[in-house]
C-alpha cells in the first residue's frame, strides 16, 4: 500500500475520544502537580537517627536465620540508641533517642535479662536511659497484630494501626522495632498483594508518626550460603517496600579457618551489611559482631546465675600483629637444622618447627590455619624458598629451605 492510501485510511477512519464516552461526574479528579522551583539549600536534610540504616520516616528490615544474634542486636541498638552512646559502630545522631522494642516471641522476662545483660556490659546506669527505653512483649499479652485474613477475606486491621501511631506520637518514639514481622500480622507471608498492604501500612506508620519503623524478618533456610534481602522468607513485597535491609550472617567454616577461629566459638561472630541502601551510599564492608557472654549475678546468694549473650563490635584479627623479625630469624634457624617438605600432609612438614618456634599447635584447625599464612607469606617474601629434592624413598618432592637472611 502506497504512503497515499495510508493517509486516506487514517484520515477518514472514525476517531472516539475516550474523554467522550466517560462519565467524570463530580468526584474527586487525577491532577498533575506542577513542580515549585526549589533552592536545592532549601529542602530539609533527610534525618538519620542511626548510622545510614535507621531514617526518620521510613521503613527498614533486618534479615537473618535463627539463632544468629538478632535479637540480641536488637537490644544493643535500642540500648545504644536510648544512651545516645556509639555501643555497635553506629553514630546516634542529635542526642539520645526514645525507643520502642516490642517483641512478639520471646517472654517479657527474657528481654529484661538482655537488655539487663546489656547494661552490665555497658556500665549503663538509670541516668543514661531516663525512661528513654520502652518494651513490650506479645507472650506477656502485648499483642501487635496489624492485619488479618479470614472467612471475610483479608484486612488491615485501622483500629490497631491508628492506635499504634497515637501511641508513637503521644511518646515521642523515634524508633520502633517489631521482632519478628510475621508475628505482627495473621495472613500468607507469601501472597504479595497482602504483604505489600501490611508494609505498607508500616511505612505510613514511619511518616504518620514521624520515626523510624524496623521490621526483624527470618530469612529461608540458606544451608551455608550467603543470606541477602532477597533470602527474606515469604513475599518479596516486603524487601520492596522497605528503604534499607540489614542482613545478618553467621561467621563461616571459611572465615574462621581465615581469621584462625576454632570451630566451638565460631558461632559466636556474625557480620552485617546492609543490602539495600536505597538512601545511602552502599557500605564498602561488612561489620563484624561478638556475641559476649554476660552473667546477671542473680543466681542463689549472689552466684553468676543466668548468662546472656550481649553483642559487641569486633575487628578480623591481623596474625602479623603480634610477629616481630626475631621471630622469623627462629623460624629459619629451626628450619636450617632439618629436611622439611612443603606438603603439610607430609610427617616432616615445614610448619611443625613453624609452630613449635611460634607456640602454636599445628593439631588445632586455627593454628594450623595461621601457619599456612605465615609460611606463604614468608615464601612469597623470600624469607624462606622452595628447594625441589629427592625424599628418602628417592622421589623428587618440594623442600622449604632458608632463603634471605632477615635484616637486622
Not at 118 to 129: A, R, T, Y
Amino acid at each position: 500500500m502506497t504512503l497515499a492510501g495510508i493517509r486516506e485510511r487514517v484520515e477518514g477512519a472514525e476517531i472516539v475520544r475516550l474523554a467522550d464516552r466517560i462519565d467524570i461526574g463530580d468526584g474527586p479528579r487525577i491532577v498533575a502537580t506542577p513542580w515549585p522551583w526549589r533552592d536545592a539549600r532549601s529542602i530539609p536534610q533527610r534525618e538519620w537517627l542511626y548510622g545510614r540504616t535507621l531514617l526518620r520516616g521510613s521503613l527498614s528490615l533486618i534479615v537473618a536465620p535463627g539463632a544468629a544474634g538478632k535479637t540480641a542486636f536488637t537490644v544493643g541498638q535500642s540500648l545504644s540508641l536510648a544512651s545516645g552512646r556509639n555501643l555497635l559502630g553506629q553514630a546516634v545522631w542529635g542526642g539520645p533517642k526514645r525507643v520502642w522494642l516490642w517483641n512478639l516471641e520471646d517472654s517479657a522476662d527474657e528481654i529484661d535479662r538482655l537488655i539487663a545483660a546489656g547494661v552490665l556490659h555497658w556500665g549503663l546506669q538509670p541516668e543514661h536511659l531516663e525512661g528513654r527505653l520502652f518494651r513490650d512483649n506479645a507472650m506477656s499479652g502485648a499483642e501487635l497484630v496489624v492485619a488479618e485474613e479470614g472467612a471475610d477475606g483479608f484486612k488491615l486491621k485501622l483500629d490497631v494501626i491508628a492506635d499504634l501511631t497515637q501511641e508513637l506520637r503521644a511518646r515521642k518514639i523515634d524508633v520502633l522495632t517489631v521482632d519478628p514481622f510475621v508475628s505482627a500480622h495473621r495472613a500468607s507471608e507469601n501472597d504479595n498483594r497482602m504483604i505489600d498492604a501490611i508494609a505498607k501500612a508500616f511505612a505510613h506508620i514511619a511518616v504518620d508518626a514521624n520515626c523510624a519503623v524496623q521490621l526483624v524478618h527470618h530469612s529461608i533456610k540458606i544451608r551455608g550460603g550467603e543470606v541477602n534481602a532477597d533470602a527474606a522468607r515469604g513475599a518479596s513485597a516486603l524487601v520492596n517496600a522497605a528503604r534499607s535491609a540489614q542482613v545478618l550472617n553467621r561467621m563461616t567454616d571459611e572465615e574462621a579457618a581465615r581469621f584462625a577461629i576454632e570451630e566451638e566459638r565460631r558461632r559466636r561472630y556474625f557480620r552485617v551489611y546492609d543490602d539495600k541502601p536505597n538512601r545511602a551510599p552502599p557500605a564498602d564492608q561488612s561489620d563484624w559482631f561478638e556475641l559476649v557472654s554476660v552473667s546477671l549475678g542473680n543466681g542463689e546468694n549472689g552466684g553468676d546465675g543466668d548468662s546472656l549473650p550481649v553483642v559487641v563490635p569486633w575487628s578480623p584479627p591481623d596474625i602479623w600483629d603480634d610477629m616481630t623479625p626475631d621471630h622469623l630469624r627462629r623460624v629459619q634457624a629451626a628450619i636450617a637444622d632439618g629436611e622439611w617438605r612443603k606438603s603439610d600432609q607430609a610427617s616432616d612438614w615445614v610448619g611443625i618447627p613453624i609452630a613449635e618456634v611460634l607456640g602454636l599447635d599445628v593439631e588445632r584447625k586455627a593454628d594450623k590455619s595461621k601457619v599456612r599464612k605465615y609460611l606463604a607469606e614468608w615464601i612469597k617474601g623470600g624469607a624462606l624458598k622452595e628447594d625441589r629434592r629427592k625424599d628418602k624413598h628417592g622421589d623428587l618432592r618440594p623442600f622449604i629451605v632458608v632463603g634471605e637472611a632477615v635484616l637486622a
